[in-house]
């Protein structure tokens, strides 16, 4: 099992910057990539950016530029850094772990999810 505890979600204003921090616990051997995902209201989950163990990267073409995922291992602790937010940004962002079964199927981990507001 692997728990994940988000933070750092909040108010910020279009243009402003946000760091949100997620700290992974458990049976951290089998990840193989974290990463966040976001869901508004009345809009399905979706993919924000997740860092495999290689580090490489995924990001959301909606993202791409202005969003930034990393990761510290020592702490086991995934952060991603929000800048030049949107209004559009605005939804419960959640940390996510996954576990790779094959090349077809995966297992995730969530987090409890965090808010963020993106309005002057």
């Known amino acids: 099992q692997v728990q994940l505890v988000e933070s750092g979600g909040g108010l910020v204003q279009p243009g402003g910057s946000l760091r949100l921090s997620c700290v992974a616990s458990?049976?951290?051997?089998?990840?193989?990539?974290m990463g966040w995902y976001r869901q508004a209201p009345g809009k399905e989950r979706e993919l924000v950016a997740r860092?495999?163990?290689?580090?490489?990267?995924n990001y959301a073409d909606s993202v791409k530029g202005r969003f930034t995922i990393s990761r510290d291992n020592a702490k086991n602790t995934v952060y991603l850094e929000m800048n030049m937010v949107k209004p559009e940004d605005t939804a419960v962002y959640y940390c996510?772990?996954?576990?790779?079964?094959?090349?077809?199927?995966?297992?995730?981990?969530w987090g409890q999810g965090t808010q963020v507001t993106v309005s002057s």
């Open positions: 860092m495999h163990n290689d580090g490489s990267t």
């Open positions: 996510n772990a996954r576990h790779y079964i094959s090349d077809y199927h995966a297992y995730d981990y």
């Open positions: 458990g049976s951290l051997f089998s990840i193989d990539a």
